[in-house]
């Protein structure tokens, strides 16, 4: 059987920046095995597999190269641009519903996941940690200011041994028009620095909007490919917004 799979730039409006995700639009799932595995194959930090309902929504899975995640912010958004822009779909997450704004942003709209304080991991091995808390999945580590952030070299196995998917390591924006800064570490996930992390804006959000007062904000996550997601808290939910390019078709066999 041939596979065939677009590979999109998300939260981007160039070519080789953002997050890249993989994504199969089929008829019916693959077995779970199989999905894996081509997760592993494409090697990216999420392949994103939907199917079609009658009523015209998906049900949409995401996968690591190593484990099935309940929510990804990037290849939701990057299926919500191979179909055109907009889309409604079913995952483990509940509904999440994607369209496109008149600039061409497309807008996500997701759970919010505010964080709780907690003691940091003893395990961390991060220094100079202002405030520390918890979403539902992530672990969220504040920090003096960008230039910590944006110089951060963690001790990947240290982070590994922390019970979270991902470790939001986060200061306050040190550029005009951004406001705040974050990097993502995931090496439990198999994805040791996430280049681009809508779901961890699902967190940071709620986060910054407390401290600055203010309920519509604009992130940079300041990785090696870097990228910007625009948000928007309102109530329980996060508006968050990016764009998107297409940068390859693969086929592949199985």
């Known amino acids: 059987m041939a596979l065939d799979i677009t590979v999109v730039d998300s939260f981007t409006d160039r070519p080789f920046a953002g997050n890249p995700a993989a994504v199969a639009v089929v008829e019916s799932f693959p077995d779970d095995t199989t999905m894996q595995l081509i997760a592993r194959e494409m090697n990216l930090s999420e392949t994103a597999f939907a199917v079609g309902r009658a009523d015209g929504s998906y049900d949409l899975r995401w996968f690591t190269p190593t484990v099935e995640v309940d929510l990804?912010?990037?290849?939701?958004?990057?299926?919500?641009?191979?179909?055109?822009?907009s889309g409604r779909f079913m995952t483990r997450s509940g509904l999440l519903t994607c369209t496109t704004g008149e600039d061409g942003w497309i807008q996500m709209d997701f759970p919010a996941d505010p964080p709780e304080a907690v003691n940091p991991p003893e395990t961390l091995g991060i220094d100079g940690i202002r405030w520390c808390g918890r979403g539902r999945t992530d672990l969220l580590v504040e920090l003096a200011d960008?230039?910590?952030v944006r110089s951060l070299r963690p001790d990947m196995s240290a982070i590994a041994t922390v019970d979270v998917r991902c470790v939001v390591v986060t200061a306050a924006g040190d550029s005009a028009g951004i406001d705040c800064v974050s990097r993502v570490f995931g090496p439990a996930s198999g994805i040791p620095e996430d280049p681009v992390t809508g779901s961890a804006?699902?967190?940071?959000a709620p986060f910054w909007a407390e401290r600055l007062g203010r309920s519509e904000l604009v992130g940079e996550q300041a990785s090696a490919r870097g990228g910007t997601v625009r948000m928007r808290l309102a109530g329980d939910r996060v508006i968050l917004g990016g764009r998107a390019v297409t940068v390859s078709n693969v086929r592949i066999l199985v």
């Open 201 to 204: 804006h699902c967190t940071l």
């Open 72 to 85: 990804c912010g990037h290849a939701t958004l990057a299926t919500a641009h191979v179909l055109g822009g």
């Open 146 to 148: 960008a230039a910590t």
